[in-house]
């Protein structure tokens, strides 16, 4: 089935602790994302990767960190979490990583952190 | 810095009603405008994209670079378009590109 898989798609966990939700893409797709969609429905880009190059790193925490192991992954771990990373984590994929290439998204991670 | 508004956060309608779901920008060069559709328990998905000026599922966009908006229109709403619909501008910078997202509508269509 090709797609954008995440996982895990549930995660709760307690301040403080470290976390990692893992991407991955079959679709062949050079540019990866990683987004953040708040409590308000605000869907906000953090990271991009193209060919395994960081291309996009918006104003997000250095304890948010992405990790491109090759161009089908894109691996999102965040360090000593905090109740305002809960959020529903999405990644996606496209083509190239030009304005009017297609994104194609996952089905998403809520995170909770209490 | 572009922007993207959504000023409505829910448009309730019922079934057969025409639908149009605003979203206005704030970009000064000539952006590439999206809309995206999250249905219920379903992954977010492209619906259209305004170069291509087709119409999926009975929606169609128009960019209008004067009012800076480009609203979804559909001229009679279905109960299976119940849904949060994003509007997404796309501006080239550098040979890619920072995509901003509006925050969202939800449709509910009633029977």
């Known amino acids: 089935d090709t797609a954008v898989s995440q996982t895990p798609k549930y995660l709760v966990t307690q301040m403080g602790n470290d976390k990692s939700i893992k991407c991955e893409q079959n679709l062949g797709h050079d540019t990866m994302y990683w987004y953040k969609q708040d409590s308000k429905k605000f869907l906000k880009i953090m990271f991009s990767?193209?060919?395994?190059?960081?291309?996009i790193n918006e104003t997000v925490p250095n304890r948010f960190s992405p990790k491109s192991p090759d161009k089908a992954h894109l691996n999102l771990h965040i360090n000593s979490l905090e109740l305002g990373d809960s959020a529903v984590y999405f990644c996606?994929?496209?083509?190239?990583?030009?304005?009017?290439?297609?994104?194609?998204f996952g089905p998403g991670t809520r995170l909770t952190v209490l | 810095a572009q922007r993207v508004t959504q000023p409505e956060k829910l448009l309730s309608v019922f079934k057969g009603a025409p639908v149009e779901l605003k979203c206005n920008y704030s970009y000064s060069g000539s952006p590439e405008l999206f809309w995206y559709v999250q249905y219920s328990r379903q992954r977010l998905q492209l619906l259209l994209r305004h170069i291509s000026r087709e119409s999926i599922k009975g929606f169609t966009a128009d960019l209008n670079k004067g009012e800076t908006s480009f609203h979804l229109k559909k001229p009679f709403a279905q109960e299976e378009d119940s849904a949060m619909y994003y509007c997404a501008l796309s501006p080239a910078s550098g040979g890619s590109y920072i995509p901003t997202f509006g925050r969202g509508t939800s449709l509910i269509v009633h029977p």
């Open positions: 996606a994929s496209s083509q190239g990583a030009g304005e009017s290439d297609t994104q194609y």
């Open positions: 990767y193209n060919n395994k190059e960081l291309i």
